[in-house]
């Protein structure tokens, strides 16, 4: 009996040993070395892991050597810091989150291996580049350059620059739309959004907005593509909302609902579409925007300056830069409100999910 109940042990012993290898096959997968690509390329996530958050130090006074502090979302804390570039500015994430692309003023791009949390590539494209954005199918990386009136495309399965497009004046944000057709490029000095068609990589037009756009920066694109929203903050702190079936203005919505010195800077779109959240940093807030209204239901005091903002997958958390605390504000967007504070490097600008 004793040598029967061994037996029985040790097949089921050997029976969970199977089944766990086979579960955690299935759930990690193989691992795929390409830049965006691998068997995941139309935007999931290929390791059903913790969702990172990737935030860009820019440096202090003393040093203007950047890294990136990487979070964990699970558990809010800093997993790692990978030195980058000078002055690094934007940052982007492939949309299977193997890789982020980082924008250093110095004229080159980081590429980190978000397995390792290493640099594994610099690409050089010259100038003060401000912005960037990925394809849908992880193919290609845009890039705003605004010293030099262009956009860098770049070839992510090689790292390497392919295509130079001139744009109007000094292009600083870039956002592409869900279905991978057009690049919305925001420029620092008119009052125009430039719109690229991505498969010719050629300007198509160029969208007027009513309004003082010197400042305009990061912009977001609903996830059904229909509309673009753009802060502005020399047009008394204006979010501008764009149809892209028309490329048309077609509303502006005041943040400076207090009277203050607004200054909005960037935006994230909840993945459901309903909330637009724009970081405000001369109020040191944040303003959350209702799309079927078009108006403003919450304002959240976060720290000072804030800069970046992303909103995780499945939209229950938005991670706020805080550029002069050198923190992360964590906000609950089921009850608009901060819950934790995360230290961080040295100016943080901007962030970006896996």
């Not at 202090?60 to 790692?80: K, M, W």
């Not at 977001?220 to 020399?234: D, E, L």
């Amino acid at each position: 009996m004793k040598g029967v109940i061994l037996s029985i042990i040790g097949i089921v012993v050997v029976s969970v040993i199977l089944i766990s290898s086979l579960y955690a096959f299935r759930i990690i997968g193989p691992q795929n070395s390409n830049n965006g690509q691998g068997s995941n390329v139309n935007g999931g996530n290929s390791r059903m892991s913790a969702v990172l958050a990737y935030v860009v130090n820019s440096g202090s006074s003393n040093s203007l050597n950047g890294s990136v502090s990487v979070i964990n979302t699970t558990t809010n804390n800093v997993i790692a810091t990978i030195g980058v570039g000078y002055y690094p500015v934007a940052i982007a994430v492939t949309p299977n989150g193997n890789y982020a692309y980082v924008v250093n003023e110095g004229g080159t791009i980081s590429v980190i291996n978000t397995a390792t949390n290493s640099v594994t590539a610099t690409i050089r494209v010259g100038g003060d580049p401000t912005g960037i954005a990925i394809t849908p199918d992880g193919k290609y990386a845009y890039v705003a350059t605004q010293d030099l009136g262009k956009v860098t495309v770049i070839n992510t399965s090689t790292n390497t620059p392919i295509y130079n497009i001139s744009v109007d004046s000094a292009p600083v944000g870039i956002a592409i739309t869900p279905n991978g057709k057009y690049a919305y490029v925001t420029d620092s000095i008119t009052n125009k959004l430039t719109v690229i068609n991505i498969s010719t990589n050629k300007v198509v037009t160029n969208v007027s907005i009513n309004g003082i756009a010197s400042t305009m920066y990061n912009l977001a694109i609903t996830p059904n593509g229909k509309y673009v929203y753009v802060p502005n903050n020399f047009a008394g702190g204006l979010v501008f909302v764009i149809n892209t079936a028309t490329n048309t203005e077609t509303a502006n919505i005041s943040i400076d609902i207090a009277n203050e010195s607004s200054y909005p800077v960037d935006t994230a779109i909840t993945p459901n579409g309903r909330y637009v959240y724009v970081t405000d940093s001369g109020a040191a807030s944040v303003s959350v925007i209702n799309t079927t209204t078009n108006s403003i239901t919450a304002v959240i005091n976060v720290g000072i300056a804030p800069m970046g903002i992303a909103i995780t997958p499945n939209g229950e958390y938005a991670y706020v830069t805080n550029s002069e605390r050198d923190t992360v504000s964590v906000i609950n967007t089921a009850t608009n409100t901060v819950v934790t504070n995360i230290t961080v490097g040295a100016f943080p600008l901007r962030i970006a999910m896996t």
